[in-house]
């Protein structure tokens, strides 16, 4: 059996792969980081099976759809052949928004289920943590007047986001996990009981309503 440091070293890689294949539009690759049957993935805009984010991605990829993910401080929680792993990460994406050119920087944390299959782990759940986010004009000089209303639709930690997804015909959903809150605290239970043996990665990755 692969020692803990070893596993932790893979585990660190699996997450850096989905980065740097996802970003890189590299699909092939991009399927071998998720578990075979039952990899989900959950984001602001997207909730369900991984074989349907890696083609709903693919497409925005193809019709120029900027997301870009960069990856920081790691951590991974092991027992036996199951982990949580956490990983500090930005998402950024570039759009227009009522005709004006903007980045929106998110910063939070990926939080993934994972477990041991023959050929190595594999990222059963993905849910990210999302903790504060800003928007700013490509050009510093450009003039853009949000709708307040919208803006407010969201959380604090991806309002942003979601209202630059919205613009951008995107369907956003709402009361995903943030820095505190009931959200973030029930992702934390289930964490802790996919590492103590459930044979689920919780129930809430399941409600794909916005």
């Known amino acids: 059996m692969p020692t803990d440091r ?3 070293q893979d585990l660190r890689e699996l997450v850096e792969n989905w980065a740097l294949w996802r970003d890189a539009g590299d699909w092939d690759r991009f399927a071998t980081v998720w578990h075979p049957t039952d990899g989900w993935m959950s984001a602001t805009w997207f909730q369900g099976p ?7 991605s693919r497409a925005g990829f193809e019709r120029g759809v900027e997301i870009l993910h960069f990856l920081g401080g790691h951590t991974a929680d092991v027992a036996e052949d199951r982990a949580i792993c956490q990983t500090r990460m930005t998402i950024n994406q570039r759009a227009l928004v009522d005709g004006v050119l903007v980045d929106v920087v998110c910063t939070g944390r990926f939080y993934d289920f994972c477990s041991r ?3 190595g782990w594999k990222i059963v759940r993905r849910q990210p943590i999302y903790e504060k986010d800003r928007l700013d004009p490509v050009d510093p000089a450009a ?3 949000l709708d ?4 407010a639709r969201f959380p ?3 309002r942003h986001l979601g209202y630059l997804q919205t613009k951008a015909g995107m369907t956003v959903k709402t009361g ?3 820095l505190t809150g009931a959200a973030v605290e029930r992702l934390y239970e289930e964490g802790a009981k996919w ?3 459930s044979p689920t990665p919780g129930s809430s990755h399941l409600e794909v309503a916005s």
């Open 143 to 145: 003039r853009l007047e």
């Open 148 to 151: 307040a209303e919208l803006l």
């Open 156 to 158: 604090t930690g991806y």
């Open 50 to 56: 991984a074989p349907e984010f890696i083609a709903a």
């Open 176 to 178: 995903l996990p943030g």
């Open 195 to 197: 590492l103590a043996g």
């Open 117 to 119: 299959e023959p050929d």
């Open 6 to 8: 070893e596993d932790r």
